[in-house]
């Protein structure tokens, strides 16, 4: 099982970036798949997530607007567009796959397998 995270970079304030999760390993459409975000010395937080159809989108609160989540099956990768960045968006982003209930999507233990992180980094 294997999620690759990628597309992270340095961006100014008020530009875009989309990250983007391949996955291999594992049946891609079987799963939820949630994009979290981590500090140094600070939990992970939960950005957004997206159902196993593509159906249904979450976010959280200080990223609704700006940023849309959305998937690709027949590619096996999900895709984190993110516009009007801020500064306080500088964070390690990284994805996951799970089955989370609705009201699970934002907690990190409903999420059986992660990929590794992409720096994004917002400069003022």
């Known amino acids: 099982v294997q999620l690759q995270a990628s597309g992270g970079g340095l961006v100014q304030a008020g530009g875009s970036l989309r990250l983007s999760c391949a996955a291999s390993?594992?049946?891609?459409?079987?799963?939820?798949i949630g994009w979290f975000r981590q500090a140094p010395g600070k939990e992970r937080q939960f950005v957004a997530a997206i159902s196993r159809s593509g159906g249904s989108t979450y976010y959280a609160d200080s990223v609704k607007g700006r940023f849309t989540i959305s998937r690709d099956n027949a590619k096996n990768t999900v895709y984190l567009q993110m516009n009007s960045l801020k500064p306080e968006d500088t964070d390690v982003y990284y994805c996951a796959a799970g089955n989370p209930v609705v009201a699970s999507v934002g907690v990190r233990r409903a999420y059986d397998y992660w990929g590794q992180g992409t720096q994004v980094t917002v400069s003022s």
């Open positions: 390993g594992f049946t891609f459409d079987d799963y939820s």
